[in-house]
């Protein structure tokens, strides 16, 4: 199926699948909750949703898990990567913001799940900083992601 030109495409690390969103995404959100957490092995998930007729996998095709009795979520079965979010009954999907291949197209602007969220997460701080490759022990890394 071709929907056109594709507003903003994403994919797995692996290459194995690939998807293209037709419109815009809408909800831009933080997820805080415990199954996103545990789903992204991080504290939140970071999505956007876009209505299904606007979405197509385009290269290869994710397996689900069915995550609690409404939702389901997508990801690469050859290499993990978390893709997508989507309740049963809803006209919309939601896509995993970083696996767009230009994740800055996309900012966040509510967080969900609150009950959930760790209180050691304070993302205005004023912490250490260093770029991945100024690290001596990654500056020789030759990545095997696959590229956008």
Known sequence: MNLGTARLAGGCQCGAVRYALYESP???H???CRMCQRAVGGPFAALTAVPRPAFEWTRGSPAFFASSTVARRGFCSRCGTPLSFEYLDSTHINITICSLDTPAAVT???HFGIESRQPWLQLADD???EATLDSARLAPMKSHQHPE
């Open 30 to 32: 933080f997820c805080h």
């Open 26 to 28: 809408v909800y831009p």
């Open 127 to 129: 912490w250490p900083r």
């Open 108 to 110: 966040p602007a509510q």
